[in-house]
């Protein structure tokens, strides 16, 4: 079993970066793949990134409204994978989670397809 820790949300202007981590503890992180999640006030939580086990070329998911501006890469040395965020905009805001799932054969897009789940951290993006 995987225990996932979020950290890095906070304030930030439009048009401003940040960088979440996702650290993982208590499990095999290199066999799970990794997706963040975001959940604006009074909204669905949603997909915003997803990355595999097997980092490379077709790896990486992104919903369209975070592609060109999020990144998300793993370092599996460090058990964590991060979420780079730039060009922030308003509808950027919300809690952000990392969630964890040992399948790897599809994207998996909705909630319930992960197993481990984090607390989450706010991400505001204000001016």
């Known amino acids: 079993q995987v225990q996932l820790v979020e950290s890095g949300g906070g304030l930030v202007r439009p048009g401003g970066s940040l960088r979440l981590s996702c650290a993982a503890s208590?499990?095999?992180?290199?066999?799970?793949?990794i997706a963040w999640f975001r959940q604006a006030p009074g909204k669905e939580r949603e997909i915003a990134a997803i990355?595999?086990?097997?980092?490379?070329?077709?790896?990486?998911y992104y919903t369209d409204s975070v592609k060109g501006r999020f990144a998300i890469v793993r370092d599996n040395a460090r058990n964590t994978v991060y979420l780079q965020m730039s060009s922030l905009k308003f509808e950027d805001t919300g809690v952000y989670y990392c969630?964890?799932?040992?399948?790897?054969?599809?994207?998996?897009?909705?909630?319930?397809?992960?197993?481990?789940w984090g607390q989450g951290t706010q991400v505001t993006v204000s001016s």
């Open positions: 208590g499990g095999s992180f290199g066999s799970y793949a």
């Open positions: 990355i595999r086990r097997n980092t490379g070329s077709g790896s990486t």
């Open positions: 969630a964890a799932r040992p399948i790897d054969l599809a994207w998996g897009l909705r909630p319930h397809e992960y197993d481990y």
